[in-house]
């Protein structure tokens, strides 16, 4: 099978754009892991870079993304929202649409895959926003696996829908009530449970980020996102879109979009991060806008942490976006200049939430609604003639408890 016609049929595509030999995308990336995980990440490495050349594996993954998981995603054009913002047209890649309601399954699914490959019974894995959680509890419950949720209390109060659907599908959800009690906090817990469980456990990583090589095989398992969305594009309007945008927080629904059109200079990459209560003097989960270069989680990429590099506490009122550092590839697309990266406060977020619903019927997840918050003045960059496609990363059934909370009557 080759590249060009993975290309042509939207289909993902694995072996493009691989990192060195130490998992580093130009300055960032790499492996920091204890002693105890090194030969487990080894393992991984190997046991990854095999399955994603066995063409039964290939076939099995894609016959389930088609049969579980519901693709492909469609392309909605949005035209009242497109009218609203200006003339340019708007198209949503609607992973709010997949089974589950995210763009975590891919990733979910292709990673169970290679852990049943691998001989492992045991699941653990962690969520923020509890899409990616659902999604573990989901394929675990489809190979019949063990699954272990870790989620920390802040959020499980704040997603407590999807705890339910967790514990709905078998998986058991631990809360974690140290540090910030969010998704940073459940990263810890879960990669503690795994170096002690090692012989029998695998760690379903939910982003593109973390120690080698799960930031490239995460991006792999999301890539049908940008090509299906690229053909879909070609199909309808004879042409690529003038900009790809995405929001970010460890950003695997980015990379999953942007990996179909890093090679085409004429389309804008452009990532969103979580603005929460400001830049200046807020608190916020902006790695961009607000860190530096560092190491957390078992890569090297921006990092938001202070002088002594201890690291901040993050905010944002989406749970699956307050997170203190970003993919290393993300990290490396900026150095280049290839990405352009943005933030969208909670008030912004907020409001294109209810803005999309009230244009096009369609309630989008927090996460997503961030990139939503750009879509005007990116809309009004391009011009009337210009094509934006956004990734409508989940739908914003999770989030209506809690935003009805923060605005009440005025939601």
């Not at 969305?229 to 990379?255: E, F, H, I, K, T």
């Not at 999309?356 to 009004?380: T, Y």
């Given at each position: ?13 694995f ?87 995210a ?24 969520t ?25 209390v802040?959020?499980?109060a ?22 910030s009690?969010?998704?940073k ?29 799960y ?50 200079r ?14 200046e ?20 990429t921006?990092?938001?942490q ?21 993919g290393p ?7 280049q ?32 609604a ?25 739908r ?9 909370e ?6």
């Amino acid at each position: 099978m080759t590249m060009a016609a993975q290309e042509r049929t939207g289909r993902p595509v694995f072996g493009r754009r691989d990192p060195d030999a130490r998992g580093y995308f130009g300055e960032y990336g790499g492996r920091f892991v204890p002693e105890t995980l090194v030969a487990p990440m080894e393992a991984l490495t190997e046991a990854y870079f095999a399955v994603r050349q066995d063409e039964a594996f290939i076939a099995e993954f894609e016959q389930l993304l088609r049969q579980f998981v519901g693709r492909p995603t469609p392309l909605y054009e949005a035209r009242r929202l497109s009218e609203a913002c200006g003339g340019a047209t708007i198209l949503l890649k609607r992973e709010d649409l997949a089974h589950t309601g995210a763009h975590k399954i891919n990733n979910a699914l292709g990673q169970a895959l290679l852990a049943r490959r691998m001989g492992k019974s045991r699941i653990v894995a962690e969520t923020g926003a509890g899409q990616h959680g659902v999604a573990t509890a989901t394929v675990c419950a489809l190979l019949g696996m063990q699954c272990v949720v870790y989620m920390g209390v802040d959020d499980m109060a704040r997603q407590a829908l999807n705890v339910f659907r967790m514990r709905m599908l078998g998986a058991e959800v631990r809360g974690v009530d140290s540090g910030s009690r969010t998704l940073k906090d459940a990263i810890n817990e879960a990669m503690r449970d795994w170096v002690a469980t090692v012989q029998d456990t695998y760690y379903l990583l939910g982003s593109a980020l973390g120690p080698h090589p799960y930031p490239v095989m995460v991006r792999e398992f999301q890539s049908v996102i940008g090509e299906e969305a690229r053909v879909q594009c070609l199909a309808a309007y004879g042409r690529l879109p003038d900009v790809a945008l995405a929001c970010v927080g460890g950003g695997s629904n980015a990379m999953g979009l942007f990996d179909a059109f890093v090679a085409d200079r004429g389309v804008r990459l452009i990532g969103v991060e979580a603005g929460g209560e400001g830049i200046e003097g807020g608190r916020h989960a902006a790695r961009f806008a607000g860190g530096t270069p560092g190491v957390l989680q078992g890569t090297r990429t921006f990092v938001l942490q202070d002088a002594n590099g201890n690291i901040e506490l993050t905010h944002s009122v989406s749970a699956g976006l307050d997170y203190a550092a970003v993919g290393p590839e993300h990290a490396d697309l900026l150095q280049q200049g290839r990405a352009e990266y943005r933030y969208a406060t909670d008030p912004e977020a907020l409001a294109a939430f209810a803005r999309l619903g009230r244009l096009e019927g369609i309630l989008p997840a927090l996460e997503s609604a961030h990139a939503i918050a750009a879509v005007e003045q990116v809309a009004r960059e391009v011009g009337t003639d210009g094509l934006v496609l956004v990734n409508l990363s989940g739908r914003g059934d999770k989030d209506v408890q809690s935003i009805q909370e923060l605005l009440g009557d005025q939601a």
